[in-house]
């Protein structure tokens, strides 16, 4: 059977934490002391407010900074590496990184793109520590919008995510060749989408943390199909079942086999309705042979009379 057996490897916020992270905002009267007169961590020069911006090389709150100030700021072009580890080189305005920029993590992750504010937001790339890539929308610190996904061990995801997290609808493509289309929640597939495998199977239906699950339709590479219901990646319910061979099951299923009563027609036109056990006509029921009607019993598959 078709079923889907993988663990998602996006599941969850996608991002570390430390993108969310404040970025530094100095606010009104904070200090800014020259390189060479770092020892006594005192004011030795402010610009005036009417001053136009110069480049420096400063301590702002014991943090080496190198770039543009303004109004005793960063402001322009510079780089600073904060206390915590980080490092961030590009755009400040009024102290506050501010349109594009490059920002890097203590764990040797990165993120390149554009800041709003002091904050990731906008279109930029975070690549993680383990290899991972997101290239794309971002909000708050997180990616946000649309965007694409690549991972280390070479799964690709193309679609929405929101709040750091795979939701809505995109495509992801397997390292095996197959791919899902569909809608995802919290980071797993979820709702309605479309398996494709590149042997040719096929499922396309509802969809439940990552399994079959509910109404859907399986077509195998052999050109036999089943369609009705799925519980965990398996037909569970009511369903049909079509072999390339003309053979015919419409019936109850109980974790993909046939369970309860049903009714199996063969390539050669008889048929059988009755209850199945395990897979197997079992009990008693009615047989059709060349248009005759006649009561029969089963057991484990076998005609007793």
Known sequence: ??????????????????????????????????????????????LPSDSPTET????????????????????GQGNIIFADGRSFNGQFVDGEPHGKGEMHFPDSSYYKGEFNQGEIRGTGIYNSAIGDRFQGEFLEGKPHGVGKLTLQNGNVYVGMVSDGVIEGRGTLTF???????????????????????????????????DNFHGYGKATFKDGGTYEGQFALG??????????????????YWDAGVR??????TFASGDRYEGDFKNDRMHGMGLCTKGGAESSCTFLDGERLD
Request: hydrophobic residues 30%; aromatic residues 8%.
């Open 56 to 75: 420096s090389t400063v301590l702002i709150k014991g943090q080496p900074y190198r770039g543009s100030l303004k109004d005793g700021k960063p402001h």
């Open 1 to 46: 059977m078709l079923a889907v057996g993988i663990a998602m490897v996006v599941a969850g916020v996608l991002l570390d934490s430390a993108l969310g992270t404040p970025l530094y905002s100095p606010g009104p009267g904070s200090e800014v002391a020259t390189t060479s007169d770092a020892k006594t961590g005192g004011v030795l020069r402010r």
């Open 259 to 264: 369970q309860g009563f049903g009714s199996m």
């Open 175 to 209: 390292t095996n060749g197959s791919v899902y289309a569909g809608e995802f929640v919290g980071g797993h597939m979820q709702g309605e989408g479309k398996r494709t495998w590149p042997n040719g199977n096929a499922y396309e239906g509802q969809f439940d943390n």
């Open 234 to 251: 398996k037909p569970h319910g009511e369903g049909r079942r079509r072999w390339p061979d003309g053979r015919t099951y419409r019936g």
